[in-house]
């Protein structure tokens, strides 16, 4: 099993390609927010997740999730769903302010 690590910021954060000639499924993507929470809500944050096939560009067709908001002090798990990818397809995560997010995701190589 393999892990990768990103910091989400405001542009594309591609966390993962997958490598010519290399087929991975991903079992699990955490996203944590590292803001403390003050009760006030301000160091809450959203991103939007997409699974981008080789030849295409980000879009619409390829968003997973959409605005997606995770609480300071808390974790995202997408561990439920599984997603297979081919070689050159790609995650990417995009975050909004405050960026304070980072991800984690773990794959395996089918």
Known sequence: MSIANIAISQTDSVIL???????YAITTILVCNTGTDDGT??????????????????ADRNLILNS???????TFTF????????????VV??????????????????
Not at 79 to 90: K, Q
């Open 17 to 23: 390609t997958v490598p010519a000639g290399k087929k």
């Open 41 to 58: 809500g301000a160091n809450d944050s959203t991103f939007d997740m997409y699974a981008i096939p080789n030849v295409q560009s980000k």
């Open 93 to 110: 995560f995009v975050g909004a302010t405050p960026t304070n997010l980072v991800a984690t995701i773990s794959y395996l190589e089918v």
């Open 68 to 74: 997606l908001s995770v609480a300071a002090s808390d």
């Open 79 to 90: 561990n439920v769903e599984r997603l297979i990818l081919d070689e050159g397809d790609r």
